[in-house]
């Protein structure tokens, strides 16, 4: 498993970066929380939902979650948006190519995806190389690069509360937001490079 680093660190114009709020209806005021993740049970999406309502229901500011990617539940979660209210600051984009995914998290202030059960995580990484801070639980792989307050944030399995209070931790706070990105981004490109581990399998197979 590993990243490509040359598409995910890339930069991008503001017209670009612009044109996507505008196709998502962002508004400059909020909050972005994105999701690059299958719609299936062990993804946790109903927990981003959930925490996106207590969110809203603190009163702690303007919010959208954008969920990159398509499954058996999008219905289902379809169905949770409406009944929590959440119709408006819910995005469901489908399936995003690995080619665009890149401009959605560039656009966006965290990444969450609170797994039930995880093998590696590569949306992880990703999100790493492009500078998002991220939020995960503790299963799997996820430990391997997740250290709690160094690289990422720790939630709890099932937990919407704690989850919620994880996305208001980074977005309140520019210090450890920053910390995050920039121990994050430097361990994925010393171990999870795509170019490097080619080359070690290169040497190995030799």
């Known amino acids: 498993n590993g990243v490509d680093i040359q598409n995910f660190t890339r930069q991008f114009s503001y017209g670009e970066l612009t044109d996507l709020e505008m196709k998502l209806n962002i508004k400059p005021d909020e909050k972005i929380i994105v999701s690059a993740s299958r719609l299936v049970p062990k993804n946790g999406v109903d927990m981003l939902i959930r925490a996106l309502a207590i969110l809203y229901g603190g009163g702690t500011g303007t919010f959208k979650l954008i969920l990159a990617g398509d499954g058996p539940q999008k219905e289902e979660m379809q169905n949770l948006t409406e009944n929590l209210g959440m119709g408006g600051n819910v995005v469901f984009t489908g399936s995003v190519s690995h080619q665009e995914l890149p401009l959605y998290l560039k656009i966006s202030d965290v990444f969450g995806r609170p797994s ?43 937990n919407p509360e704690d989850l919620a209070d994880k996305i208001s931790l980074i977005l309140n706070n520019k210090g450890l937001a920053e910390k995050l990105k920039k121990n994050a981004e430097e361990l994925v490109i010393e171990k999870y490079n795509w170019d490097k581990i080619a080359n070690q399998f290169k040497e190995l197979y030799e």
């Not at 790493?128 to 997740?146: E, Q, R």
């Open 116 to 158: 039930r059960s995880e093998g590696l995580g590569n949306a992880f990484l990703e999100a790493m190389a492009a500078g998002v801070p991220i939020i995960g639980t503790k299963v799997g792989g996820i430990p391997d690069f997740l250290k709690n307050k160094e690289t990422g944030l720790f939630v709890e399995v099932n």
